[in-house]
């Protein structure tokens, strides 16, 4: 056999393999029915509704085998970066909404179309394959700012091109242990931050030695409160401070003029106050557990976390009376947005499939039936109504309109870190020779320049 014939040899045998033959196939049939694999990466806890998505496309391109591997949140930069380099990484990936800024160079923009083919076979005395090469038209970036809520349209479209688009949206909310509310005589979960706080004094237990041992909420310290970004920053949002305006961190606008009483000082003090020993919230500190874990462990009544959480929660804590409520709101309604971005890597030599799957996986049924397996919140408007009649999800869904990301630079880690160093030195006791206010405004435009080097 000839070099020159041996490749075509080997795409007729894959093809009868998959159940269709090449005779009788042009040769641009040929080509468009080639073996295709992807790879695609996820790091979210949702492997067994993507595998669905998966075998279904799969079945509908029989030409098209996806692999789907689960990497570990903490170790997703280091493998995702290593693995491009070495030409062996992902063609499709769930890339978290945060990330997209550092990582938007490795990714593809979204096509206007994809050229794909669809693969029938026609029975009879002898089965007969069909192709058709089919020109598919994908989402323009006026029908995702359509489609979706404000947040993912403000992701996802930057500079004029499309980087992906999300199963899910999440917000923040506070789940709560309704038999400890119960015993601590609060008959209803508080609906203002005033009775917020006084749920959480009423609730909140010492031994006689001062120690904690039952904790109205973890709030106040960066280092073992994993959400202590998000709450700050939805904090300082409803004092009516934006934390960022067209690509510059703004949190910090204005102290110059009023440290004394600038609503983003009273965010964080308001936060910090309840890991403060003298104050009458307090219910938390740095010698407590990880939140989380005091949440499910029975030690705190109220938890501030997203609705990815309450499968993790719900399997920690079968037996807790678990609620939910919305975040109560200041002077003005804010969230934030916490989700997922199905991308495809610019790397990829399957742009057309790659493409073609993320808009199979992104169709408003399957994002329904996503949402519905993972008890998250939809990124799509005419999805909202329905999910405010959803006891477990209104109080998340509620919020979607609200929501946004603020953060877009190239390292959110960074970010975090400058947050929680400002909580940090928020904590710290002020010198006899410096006003607290001028302290802490110090304090906060620190932060904001260092977050700002990173945008």
Not at 62 to 85: C, G, Q
Not at 225 to 250: C, H, K, T, W, Y
Not at 257 to 280: C, L, S
């Amino acid at each position: 056999m000839s070099k020159r014939l041996f490749p075509l040899f080997i795409v007729c045998v894959t093809i009868v393999l998959l159940g269709f033959g090449c005779r009788g196939l042009s040769t641009e049939e040929r080509t468009a029915i080639r073996p295709v694999t992807l790879n695609y990466w996820t790091v979210f806890d949702d492997v067994t509704v993507l595998r669905q998505f998966a075998n279904e496309y799969m079945a509908q391109r029989p030409y098209v085998k996806i692999n789907i591997r689960k990497v570990r949140y903490d170790e997703f930069d280091s493998v995702f970066t290593t693995a491009l380099a070495d030409d062996i990484g992902p063609d499709v990936v769930s890339m978290h909404n945060r990330w997209l800024g550092k990582h938007r160079h490795r990714l593809s923009t979204m096509p206007g179309s994809v050229r794909v083919a669809n693969v029938e076979i026609k029975e009879g005395f002898k089965n007969e394959t069909i192709v058709t090469i089919e020109e598919r038209r994908l989402r323009g970036e006026r029908e995702i700012e359509k489609e979706f809520v404000d947040a993912v349209y403000k992701d996802v479209v930057r500079d004029g091109e499309i980087y992906g688009l999300p199963l899910a949206f999440d917000t923040l909310a506070i789940y709560y242990n309704k038999e400890l509310l119960d015993r601590a005589g609060v008959p209803l979960p508080p609906s203002t931050w005033d009775d917020f706080a006084e749920a959480v004094k009423q609730s909140t237990v010492f031994n006689s030695r001062g120690d904690i041992i039952q904790s109205g909420v973890a709030l106040g310290e960066g280092a073992n409160i994993s959400n202590a970004f998000d709450i700050v920053s939805l904090l300082i949002a409803q004092s009516g401070v934006p934390m960022s305006e067209r690509g510059r961190v703004s949190f910090h606008n204005g102290l110059e003029r009023n440290k004394e009483n600038h609503p983003t000082r009273k965010a964080i003090r308001f936060f910090t106050d309840f890991a403060n020993p003298t104050a009458d919230v307090y219910s938390w500190n740095n010698k407590q557990e990880n939140a989380f874990d005091h949440f499910v462990n029975g030690k705190s009544v109220f938890y501030f976390g997203f609705a990815f959480e309450r499968q993790r929660i719900e399997a920690r804590a079968p037996q807790m009376n678990l609620n939910v409520i919305a975040v109560p709101t200041l002077k003005t309604e804010a969230n934030v947005a916490n989700y997922w971005i199905e991308s495809v890597v610019k790397k990829t030599e399957h742009p057309n499939e790659a493409w073609d799957f993320v808009r199979y996986m992104t169709t408003p049924a399957n994002i329904a039936r996503y949402i519905t397996k993972t008890g998250q919140p939809t990124p799509l408007r005419a999805q909202y109504r329905a999910q405010l009649e959803d006891d477990d999800l209104s109080s998340f869904a509620s919020q979607i309109l609200q929501a946004e990301n603020w953060y877009t630079g190239k390292n959110i880690d960074a970010a975090e870190e400058a947050i929680d160093n400002l909580i940090e030195g928020f904590k710290e006791p002020v010198g006899d020779r410096v006003q607290p206010s001028q302290r802490d405004a110090a304090l906060i435009i620190n932060a904001a320049r260092i977050i700002q080097q990173t945008l």
